[in-house]
């Protein structure tokens, strides 16, 4: 199912029987922009395909939106449904090495003919209507499609960009979830908490509970939820949660659980369980138990031993992103280094130019992290960073030892070649940057 980086040229449009690289590859191509926000193209296709009819008609739907935690959140209840007998859709962007992972039903990645025979279909529901569509559009209709095909009972989506324009809002959700509102994307959000609130609550509809997980709610979000008239459960006023040595507590006004700890963030978690609680589904303790200790989403303070060497790979790669990761990594490393006192920390990061660099590095900087070695190159991306950028922006924060790479596919070997047993290794910076260095790994 992998999907190289560089497709066999296409110079046709591909077709049933064309390998998914060369639908990707066409995909990227036919639309002016990678990212063109808003739904006036979308919907008269989605409703050639009978999409939005079919989701109304047949499925529970959970919308997730959000600065950061979507892909653990999402996860955690698509994870919880599958324990509960539900058949369970899930759909996440972006995705770390192969694309089918985006698209999933019951946890398992569908295959690539499933993909290639829905791209089709979308491709010519497309041209039927006369437009152009991004590569996002097309391909979330597509896994919307095959969600559909499969009469799936639950659909948990991820929004890709915002909420109120995302391709995803095409769907009426039965619940949402807004897990945080922080700054990020601001070319396309806007660059406040409340015009960023704004865009994120565009994925409430009347009458539906909004779940909001941070305890900080900007006035717009509220503005929304007065509109349409929606229950709304706020974390640290209507359901919280207390972590202990193995397990933690959720605790709302109707239950209190002991819960197991899973290997994704537990504030994620906590807002995932209470969505399910707040949904319309038959869940209970057990279900939401056995979802917790089966969840697992890769890239996500994700720790992997990889040719005798500690690996922590994580996608953050904004401010709030990097602070948790911060303030989760720091006594792990603590613990590292009073068991291996001759460990050294090694960093491979990489990100896209229109991220805050200088924000994320300042952090790493100021976590006063001792930091061996940088190890930098070029996300495979337009949107990247060069390596000149960099290490600019390394050096003006007094950053010296750091080693520069033609790519990040070559870094992995190169940095179990200059590191010892005990030295663990960050990966951090953005999807791509985790993807990239993965894929020859494993």
């Given at each position: 199912m992998n999907t190289p980086s560089t497709p066999t040229t296409v110079v046709n449009p591909p077709n049933q029987s064309s390998p998914l690289s060369d639908w990707i590859y066409y995909m990227q191509q036919i639309h002016?922009?990678?990212?063109?926000?808003?739904?006036?193209?979308?919907l008269p296709v989605a409703?050639?395909?009978?999409?939005i009819q079919s989701a109304k008609d047949d499925a529970y739907v959970f919308t997730v939106a959000g600065t950061n935690g979507k892909g653990s959140t999402t996860a955690v209840i698509s994870e919880i449904c599958q324990q509960a007998g539900y058949n369970t859709a899930l759909y996440q962007s972006p995705h770390l090495i192969d694309f089918n992972e985006r698209v999933r039903i019951n946890g398992q990645p569908v295959g690539d003919q499933v993909l290639i025979e829905a791209f089709y279909?979308?491709?010519?529901?497309?041209?039927?209507?006369?437009?152009?569509?991004?590569?996002?559009?097309?391909?979330?209709?597509?896994?919307?499609?095959?969600?559909?095909?499969?009469?799936?009972?639950?659909?948990?989506?991820?929004?890709?960009l915002g909420g109120r324009l995302d391709v995803v809002n095409i769907?009426?959700?039965?619940?949402?979830?807004?897990?945080?509102?922080?700054?990020?994307?601001?070319?396309?959000?806007?660059?406040?908490?409340?015009?960023?609130?704004?865009?994120?609550?565009?994925?409430?509809r009347e009458g539906i509970p909004l779940i909001y997980g941070e305890p900080d709610m900007p006035q717009s979000v509220m503005d929304k939820i007065q509109q349409l008239g929606c229950p709304y459960y706020q974390v640290g006023k209507d359901y919280d949660f207390t972590e202990q040595d193995e397990v933690w507590q959720f605790s709302s006004a109707s239950i209190s659980m002991q819960l197991p700890k899973p290997k994704l963030s537990l504030i994620n978690?906590?807002?995932?369980?209470?969505?399910?609680?707040?949904?319309?589904?038959?869940i209970t303790p057990e279900h939401i138990k056995s979802g917790l200790q089966a969840v697992k989403l890769a890239g996500r303070f994700d720790a992997r031993e990889i040719a005798q060497r500690q690996w922590l790979f994580d996608v953050a790669h904004n401010e709030r992103?990097?602070?948790?990761?911060?303030?989760?990594?720091?006594?792990?490393?603590?613990?590292?280094?009073?068991?291996?006192?001759?460990?050294?920390?090694?960093i491979v990061f990489s990100m896209l130019a229109d991220k805050d660099i200088d924000q994320v590095v300042e952090l790493l900087v100021d976590s006063k992290l001792p930091i061996k070695t940088w190890h930098v190159a070029m996300i495979d991306h337009p949107r990247a960073a060069e390596v000149e950028?960099?290490?600019?922006?390394?050096?003006?924060?007094?950053?010296?030892?750091?080693?520069?790479?033609?790519?990040?596919?070559?870094?992995?070997?190169?940095?179990?070649?200059?590191?010892?047993?005990?030295?663990?290794?960050?990966?951090?910076g953005s999807f791509h940057t985790i993807g990239e260095v993965l894929q020859p790994l494993i």
């Open positions: 002016v922009s990678a990212i063109d926000m808003g739904l006036s193209r979308v409703n050639h395909l009978g999409l279909e979308v491709e010519q529901a497309r041209l039927a209507c006369d437009l152009t569509l991004s590569f996002f559009e097309m391909t979330t209709l597509a896994a919307m499609l095959i969600f559909a095909q499969a009469d799936c009972d639950v659909w948990v989506l991820e929004v890709g769907i009426n959700p039965d619940l949402a979830v807004i897990t945080n509102i922080g700054i990020d994307h601001v070319d396309w959000l806007g660059d406040t908490r409340e015009k960023i609130g704004f865009e994120k609550a565009g994925i409430l978690s906590n807002n995932a369980v209470a969505a399910v609680l707040a949904s319309e589904l038959t992103g990097m602070t948790f990761l911060l303030s989760q990594f720091q006594p792990m490393w603590q613990q590292h280094k009073a068991d291996h006192p001759a460990a050294e920390l090694h950028q960099l290490i600019a922006v390394l050096q003006k924060n007094n950053q010296q030892n750091i080693v520069s790479y033609e790519n990040l596919a070559i870094i992995g070997e190169k940095v179990i070649a200059a590191t010892g047993t005990e030295d663990p290794i960050l990966v951090c």
